[in-house]
């Protein structure tokens, strides 16, 4: 089973920041957090990953609390070709995925 | 960078056929993974290969699901025979490695359909 929870759905309108938020309460020490999406039709594509840090890349930002019990993605200026199932996932060997939150950025 | 691709995308059959598909990972990736999506659920994990050899196959039916990667680079999944339930996307991902910080990146799939 997933050990994460994410909201099943969320909007966003174009330009503007989308927060993603995810909880993984039971994670463990040497578990990552991983994100990845999947639009339609096509298979999921890495986004960011982190174990501690924040960290950021060209796509998103992925912010880790301290006590490592959730974490926020963050797509700085959301495109409608950001509309996508985004996944959430706490890996120590496999990757393990939930439903996602569905996200639907609008014009 | 060429990514993972599989072949074909697209594939009908009818219940009690066989069925195969095909994976080249990205070039230098040891570990080797299949998985299947049903609709509206997130990807679940059918096999790990590293190199050829398996690591984990504890969510293929075996009954029916077969996999091989012979000489650690190109895998095949193979269905015989297949069942209605079995309509589902198939998807392949390949990383450098199986530690928890070595990236899987994801193929575009195959979509089967079982009538």
């Known amino acids: 089973d997933a050990k994460t929870t994410q909201p099943t759905s969320m909007d966003c309108a174009e330009g503007r920041a989308a927060n993603l938020p995810c909880n993984h309460s039971?994670?463990?020490?040497?578990?990552?957090v991983y994100w990845y999406r999947q639009i339609h039709s096509q298979g999921p594509q890495y986004i960011i990953h982190?174990?501690?840090n924040n960290e950021t890349n060209e796509m998103a930002s992925l912010i880790i609390t301290e006590d490592r019990k959730s974490s926020t993605l963050i797509l700085p200026h959301a495109t409608l070709r950001d509309t996508a199932v985004y996944y959430c996932?706490?890996?120590?060997?496999?990757?393990?995925f939930g439903t996602g939150t569905r996200l639907q950025v609008f014009p | 960078e060429a990514g993972v691709a599989q072949s074909p995308r697209y594939k009908i059959i009818e219940k009690r056929q066989s069925v195969a598909f095909w994976c080249n990972p990205i070039s230098g990736h040891a570990t080797l993974y299949w998985y299947q999506q049903i609709l509206g659920q997130g990807p679940k994990l059918l096999i790990q290969f590293q190199n050829n050899g398996v690591v984990d196959d504890s969510q293929l039916p075996k009954d029916r699901f077969s996999a091989e990667r012979l000489k650690g680079v190109d895998s095949t999944l193979k269905i015989q025979p297949a069942k209605l339930e079995d309509s589902a996307v198939y998807l392949c991902?390949?990383?450098?490695?199986?530690?928890?910080?070595?990236?899987?990146?994801f193929g575009p799939g195959t979509r089967l359909l079982v009538l």
């Open positions: 982190g174990l501690k």
């Open positions: 991902a390949s990383s450098l490695g199986a530690r928890p910080w070595e990236t899987q990146y």
């Open positions: 039971t994670i463990s020490g040497n578990e990552y």
């Open positions: 996932i706490v890996r120590v060997d496999k990757l393990i």
